[in-house]
């Protein structure tokens, strides 16, 4: 429409620009006494109010263009490795779709077991779609693309599409896509994902200005994808590391298989119970997957030891939560931990170690962790004696409320032991 415009308002500015001349070379007399003046007067407040109109729909388009760009800047700052993929597919599937004013489409990506699905898609069933994968080698054509983006005709018709998975999404929908905007998600050499922009009818414009802002938001998306899988395969690693750490530790100790993970369960089911989030809920599970991380450096005759401990030994055993601390240090995924780990044997009373810290000076994590490990130390077989039963090791926690351990979490505890019996975690 603003093209029209301009080829309306050049010949009217031509001609009011004649009358210009016309009155400055002493016609005008000769202009008052016919129609045609009023013809011109006319001509200029139109050409006047051409130019105003125009003026007012680049700003209209510049203040939506402006909120648009906000929009984007606004979700752009705010992204972290943690956040969900699929959220953050349909955030930038929002935008897309925004920027091109069509409703339908899908994004795919690869997996890590080398196949491709869709994890998004808007206007489809997706019910039906999510099922579909394709193997790697119908997408590898992506990789000698040279543009991030194409339009293409008639997408589904594409020889790259198997036969029989064209003909399931034919059969599926009720119409088909007549002209796509083909965007490949590529981090260096590396294809990770496309997405289609999908139009039921053939005549659609796209401008520049729009398929650059696609070509941004396809940069931002293979940066996220390729940080994400990075960020998720650096996770299973430092799990398998921690989990390899924790089986040495009871190779060294035999009595402590499994008292790490039952610790940390039943952290977690106090952290939970006491309503705490689930970043804490999330530390706390692994503090206690680690928090006896520090006997790896205690002698085995000691942590062995069938009769008790005389006192010089368990002052070397009461040296584990800085020894711990000290191993976690090393790990820097890890030094969130560090302090949590360090005071799990700090009492209520100020009379615990390391450190002799007195009631809410003990980090909230290690209190917690300090009543899930006396109870699963209590309640399980030691070299030194045999397991209390769940009684007496309830008699002793309550005992020691307000002394060793913290009353809430006592108080906790105490409210969904009958869960943690349901699920055999004692």
Known sequence: MHNKLFKLFLPI?????????????????????????????????????????????ELKRFKYLNKRYEKILRFISNIEPTIDLKFFMDKVFDFALELTATRFGTICISTNDGNWEFISMKGYNKEFLKDIHF?????????????????????????????????????????????????????????????????????????????????????????????????????????EVIKSMIRIIELKDKYTKGHSERVANISVKIAKRLGLSTEDMDMVHWAGIIHDIGKVGIPDEILNKAMKLTKEEYEIVKKHPTLGEQVINQMSYLKDLAPIVRHHHEKWDGTGYPDGLKGKEIPLLSRILAVADAFDAMTSDRSYRKALSIEEALNEIKKNSGIQFDPEIVDAFLDVLSVYEEENLV
Not at 21 to 42: P, Q, V, W, Y
Not at 168 to 194: A, C, M, N, Q, W
Request: with cysteine; aromatic share 10%.
């Open 135 to 239: 193997e790697e080698e119908c997408f590898e054509h992506l990789k000698c693309e040279n543009s991030e983006i194409k339009v293409i005709e008639d997408i589904l018709q594409s020889s790259r599409i198997p036969k029989h998975i064209r003909k399931i999404i034919k059969s599926e929908l009720k119409d088909t896509p007549k002209k796509s905007i083909l965007g490949i998600f590529r981090h260096g050499k590396e294809v990770l994902g496309f997405i289609t922009i999908d139009y039921m009818k053939e005549k659609v414009d796209f401008s520049s200005e729009t398929l650059e802002l696609l070509k941004l938001l396809l940069k931002i998306s293979a940066l996220f994808i390729s940080a994400k899988k990075d960020y998720e395969r650096r996770m299973i690693f430092q799990k």
């Open 13 to 57: 500015s031509v001609f009011t620009f004649s009358l210009f001349l016309l009155m400055n070379l002493g016609l005008i007399d000769l202009l008052r006494s016919s129609k045609l003046a009023f013809g011109l007067l006319i001509s200029g407040f139109f050409t006047i109010g051409t130019i105003v109109f125009i003026m007012l729909s």
